[in-house]
């Protein structure tokens, strides 16, 4: 167990669904960040939330939002989806001011 | 745009062979290159690097930067089926809150 959880694990969902995703930062950690991996590619960033403030954002559609709440779990919504959003969606969590990525073992959304 | 290319993209060898796996990097302002395991699910930090010429070893593995050529390289010595996985690079720089700029990865499959 990395100390990052993310729920649900798998879901599966029809396209034009909006599903939400969870995550639960490592202790202590401030910094969460989303990735998208699709099938055979790379990590994509999404978007990095610090201390409940967006700090960046990646390659995040606008369908996509995010958000982190006081007590520094964050959300994922991923809204009207489309066939080409399955894929498995990564948090990670780093301490203030380090790379130190720990990530959680990821949500596989699979949209039929 | 920063960049970060990983080749070969996929490798298949015998157990017992030695393997080397390469990052080069066009990362503005760089900071550091980090290298990350993904077996079947999250990935999981290898290695650091900051400094050039400096190798960090971890068991059979080690790894190095050059940060003149701006490459990395991981090495894999005695290789066991147990190191088949997707092998990460990831640049990082000195302006970016601490994101990750991610090749596409290196998969490799180690045959008994």
């Known amino acids: 167990d990395s100390g990052v959880t993310q729920t649900p694990k798998h879901l599966i969902t029809a396209t034009g669904q909006r599903v939400t995703l969870r995550c639960s930062p490592r202790?202590?950690?401030?910094?969460v960040y989303w990735y998208q991996q699709s099938l055979d590619q790379g990590l994509q960033f999404l978007i990095q939330?610090?201390?409940?403030?967006?700090?960046a954002k990646g390659n995040i559609l606008e369908r996509f939002s995010a958000q982190q709440f006081p007590d520094l779990h964050s959300e994922l919504n991923l809204s009207s989806l489309e066939l080409g959003d399955s894929a498995l969606y990564f948090c990670?969590?780093?301490?203030?001011?380090?790379?130190?990525?720990?990530f959680g073992s990821g949500t596989r959304l699979t949209v039929v | 745009e920063d960049k970060v290319v990983q080749s070969p993209l996929s490798l298949v060898v015998h157990e017992g062979d030695t393997v080397t796996l390469n990052c080069s990097y066009e990362?503005?302002?760089?900071?550091?290159l980090l290298w990350y395991k993904q077996e079947k699910k999250a990935p999981t930090f290898l290695f650091m690097l900051?400094?050039s010429g400096i190798e960090k070893k971890s068991g059979r593995l080690s790894s190095i930067l050059d940060k003149k050529e701006l490459f990395s390289i991981l090495n894999i010595t005695a290789t066991q089926t147990g190191d088949s996985a997707v092998y990460l690079c990831?640049?990082?720089?000195?302006?970016?809150?601490?994101?990750?700029?991610w090749g596409a990865g290196t998969k490799l499959i180690i045959k008994p």
């Open positions: 990831a640049g990082t720089d000195m302006d970016s809150n601490y994101q990750l700029i």
């Open positions: 202790s202590g950690d401030l910094s």
């Open positions: 990362v503005t302002n760089f900071r550091s």
């Open positions: 939330y610090y201390n409940g403030e967006e700090r």
């Open positions: 990670a969590s780093s301490p203030s001011g380090s790379y130190g990525y720990t």
């Open positions: 900051t400094s």
